[in-house]
């Protein structure tokens, strides 16, 4: 198990026992101090926001959501998000079995560096990545051959996505693969069963929950991306512009107002990919725990 | 990463599936390049830029002094956000792991929000609350108070950025924990203090360190949130991140990514923490 991979650990909430209610001292002073951070950091902010959109009148609101210039940044960013984590459910999930499933030279290295995009600045892997895929860049270079750009299009903000993102799929999944019970893929072997069998009827349904919610959680990064995507993505209107840069936009345009307003959309977006993400894998690990 | 489960015993049926030499160099190779390409190259690609005019303009960059100016707001905003959210995640840990009270899963769901919300929005929240328009920002104006567009607004945001990563780290560790040792020390006669710093603290200064690695280098690296409330004035309100970006609107490829050298260097450090303390660990659970 990796005691400490670099995020959600809802995987790992296996046995919470009750412990002593009175015994052990401090619940008034961490109660204390957790509510009022919570209230003062979290929530009162976000008051804040729901306060500034609440005053607009709902034709108003509904006007600067449904803009078009707008609308073409949700579009663009849901495709690319969607494009980008599925890719990382693919990278992730072959990654994830590389480094728990075979040793080789270099293995604990590609484990630390996985981790990466989740150390290095954003912005630092946007000037990178937009000077690699750039015309004269290394990467920019050759495919300009093949006649594909990346930087300065949809593609490129795919590409930064992709990086930011790249470590959910993997430190998800890891785990859960590492527990795996060995005896059942020994068992559906010797019952005859082929390789590929194996991996879709006894692996695949063990690994779902944490390999869909890596993907979600790649998903809800990318969709707030902002610091890597912003360089590369030439932030062309209605081509090439994320929904977080439309709010960027406004802000710089002292409109507050529409400004929140869109951030309010993206804000429900998350939050509730989130809660229903959590709810449907509590229910799944449930489901898989009671069938057993 | 532990690989326990790679099995010694030769048996003439097989026993695991993937195991074809094939099958294994493909997949191996995939995941090399994968890496290398994704990862590897742009890592090297920083350092080739930062120096690709030679050490002496590399230096000269580096010692200018609008990036000395960075560099140690960049150090202020860290060295403010850290202990900050190291006191309110121990004790967040604590609350949510050693006591059961109605509201207590929502509280560990709320932690989760800065995770998911977009860093243009958290700092937009801070702008809405504390900026002019607000009557709590005008109500600081008149008391001569600026917050937003100044560098106490940056080290806000920056909390409320990282403000999860130390709970994130520990509660897992310290519900496995459980606390049955502490309860002990507390039977023997230890006071509350003397049962953390003796008993609690050492079962989690690993997972505890991480969370403050963690915490660093996400205040130190943070982007989005920062541009909105610091209104980018060079010398002043200009963080490392944000100064890459000025000096690459800039043109300045190279001072860029010299800047940049700085952030990558810590972010490498930043790994090499984590193995080293993955590993220890590893050592102390065993």
């Known amino acids: 198990m990796t005691p400490a991979s670099l995020l959600p650990k809802n995987l790992i909430s296996k046995s919470f026992k009750v412990t002593g209610r009175q015994v052990l001292p401090g619940f008034a002073l961490s109660l204390g101090i957790s509510l009022l951070f919570i209230s003062l950091v979290l929530l009162l902010p976000l008051s804040g926001l729901l306060v500034q959109t609440a005053g607009m009148s709902w034709a108003d609101y509904w006007a600067v959501v449904t803009d ?206 989130l809660f229903a993400v959590n709810i449907w894998q509590t229910r799944y690990l449930k489901r898989l725990k009671g069938s057993q | 990463m532990s690989n326990h489960k790679t099995s010694l015993s030769k048996v003439s049926h097989q026993q695991r599936i993937g195991d074809q030499p094939w099958l294994r160099r493909l997949l191996i190779g995939l995941a090399f390049l994968l890496v290398g390409s994704l990862l590897v190259v742009p890592l090297i690609a920083i350092f080739a830029q930062a120096l690709s005019a030679g050490l002496n303009i590399f230096w000269v960059n580096l010692s200018d002094k609008y990036t000395l100016h960075a560099i140690g707001l960049t150090l202020l905003v860290a060295a403010l956000t850290v202990p900050l959210n190291l006191v309110f995640g121990v004790f967040l840990a604590w609350l949510v792991t050693r006591f059961e009270f109605p509201g207590r899963r929502i509280l560990m769901t709320l932690i989760d929000i800065p995770f998911a919300v977009s860093p243009v929005v958290a700092g937009l929240m801070y702008l809405l609350l504390y900026g002019s328009n607000s009557w709590v920002g005008s109500w600081l104006m008149d008391h001569d108070l600026q917050l937003m567009f100044a560098w106490p607004g940056i080290v806000m945001v920056t909390v409320f950025i990282t403000c999860p990563f130390v709970a994130r780290e520990l509660i897992p560790l310290m519900q496995q924990q459980g606390s049955s ?106």
């Open chain 1, 68 to 273: 078009s210039r707008v609308m073409a940044s949700y579009q663009v960013t849901l495709l690319m998000a969607l494009g980008a984590s599925l890719l990382n459910g693919l990278v992730g999930l072959l990654l994830a079995w590389v480094l728990v499933r075979y040793t080789f030279p270099g293995k604990r290295l590609i484990d630390a560096l996985v981790d990466l995009p989740f150390a290095l600045p954003t912005a630092v892997a946007g000037i990178t990545l937009a000077t690699l895929f750039s015309a004269q860049g290394w990467y920019g270079q050759g495919l300009a051959k093949l006649g594909i750009q990346v930087a300065y299009t949809p593609l490129g903000i795919l590409i930064a996505m992709l990086f930011t993102s790249l470590p959910f799929v993997v430190r998800n999944v890891q785990p859960v693969m590492e527990d795996l019970n060995s005896g059942d893929e020994e068992a559906a072997l010797s019952l005859g069963a082929n390789d590929w069998t194996v991996f879709r009827r006894v692996i695949f349904p063990a690994l779902w929950p944490a390999l869909v919610m890596g993907v979600v959680l790649s998903f809800i990064r990318s969709l707030g991306e902002f610091g890597a995507v912003i360089f590369i993505a030439g932030n062309m209107p209605y081509l090439s512009e994320v929904t977080s840069l439309m709010i960027f936009v406004r802000l710089q345009e002292f409109d507050y107002a529409a400004a929140s307003a869109i951030a309010s959309v993206i804000l429900m977006a998350s939050l509730v990919l």
């Open chain 2, 181 to 286: 040792e502490e309860e002990a020390a507390l039977s023997l006669g230890a006071s509350g203090w003397q049962m953390f710093r003796r008993v609690t603290l050492p079962n989690i200064k690993w997972a505890l360190l991480y969370g403050v690695v963690l915490t660093n280098a996400r205040a130190v690296g943070e982007f989005g949130a920062v541009s909105v409330v610091s209104g980018n004035i060079r010398g002043e309100t200009n963080t490392l991140p944000l100064h890459v970006e000025l000096l690459y609107q800039d043109y300045n490829l190279v001072g860029a990514f010299t800047s940049a050298t700085l952030l990558a260097a810590l972010a490498l450090l930043t790994l090499v923490v984590k193995t080293f303390l993955e590993w220890r660990q590893q050592q102390s659970a065993s």
